[in-house]
């Protein structure tokens, strides 16, 4: 079931932060980088659907995504986790995950099923005390609850050291075997990138740059001078 987002354009007021975009990705964990303000974030808000395209369309296992309501994207399977950290200080790690069951009609089995697979079952602990790297693993929980299809990581690794992301990693790839989505990961760190993800999209200033193999694409002199070299 690949994704295909095709001349995707989208304007808020004078800026374009995605300008005719187009990529196909196939099954698996496929990886988008770019510098900050390139519209990685725009693309998953149209896939989510909280940013309206003026033009284009994305098609997966022959579904026109856009025309399915925002509301009911869940229940098709989509899944996402924002950059800013979502989990609720309030809230038990199982509530927390239970959150990602809302509106996908998931049972407690699920939600359960989702908990086990990142390594969380059994800590009671409210959101307030968990580390980040329990945080962003109970927000993986949440988008592997029930029959994900699509799943949009934006940043997972932000703010974990090298350890905690090789874990986040191991779960990241995992995905798609067990669960049989495909999943779209931002992230800046690099090192996750290249492991996690056969193939890359590269955005810069909302377009679309450069897109293959992860080897590839980064190793290209494109991508270095856009993107690597901010880094540097
Ligand atoms: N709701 C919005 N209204 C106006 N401009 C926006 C909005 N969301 C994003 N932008 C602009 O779109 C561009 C792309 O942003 P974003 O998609 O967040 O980039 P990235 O995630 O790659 O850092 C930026 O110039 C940003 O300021
Ligand atoms: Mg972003």
């Known amino acids: 079931m690949s994704l295909a987002i095709e001349n995707v354009t989208v304007r808020f007021g004078g800026v374009t932060p995605l300008d005719d975009v187009s990529f196909t990705f196939e099954p698996g964990v496929c990886g988008i980088i770019g510098p900050n303000g390139a519209g990685k974030t725009t ?16 098609t997966m296992a022959g579904e026109a995504l856009l025309a399915i309501a925002p509301h009911r994207r869940a229940t098709w399977g ?7 950290e979502q989990v609720i200080r309030t809230l038990s790690v199982w509530d927390n995950a239970r959150l990602g069951a809302d509106h996908t009609g998931a049972s407690t089995t699920e939600v359960q099923a989702a908990l086990d697979y990142v390594g969380l079952t ?9 580390t980040m790297l329990e945080r962003r693993l109970v ?15 934006d940043e997972p690794a932000a703010g974990l050291d090298p350890a905690e992301s090789a874990q986040l990693l191991e779960l ?4 798609p075997g067990r669960f049989g989505a495909l999943v779209l990961l931002v ?11 056969g193939t890359v999209a590269v955005l810069d200033f909302g377009k679309r740059i450069a897109f293959g193999p ?3 694409v980064l190793g290209s002199a494109a ?10």
């Open 122 to 130: 059994g800590l009671d602990r409210p959101g307030s005390r968990l």
């Open 187 to 197: 992230d800046h760190d690099m090192d996750l990138v290249r492991a996690a993800c």
């Open 172 to 175: 990241i790839t995992g995905i």
């Open 223 to 232: 991508v270095r001078r856009a993107y690597l070299g901010v880094e540097e």
């Open 78 to 84: 989509l899944r996402r986790t924002f950059q800013q």
């Open 43 to 58: 693309l998953f808000n149209v896939l989510s659907g909280f940013a309206l395209p003026v033009a284009g369309s994305v």
């Open 214 to 216: 992860t080897a590839e």
């Open 139 to 153: 927000e993986v929980a949440r988008c592997v609850i029930g029959a994900p299809r699509l799943v949009l990581l």
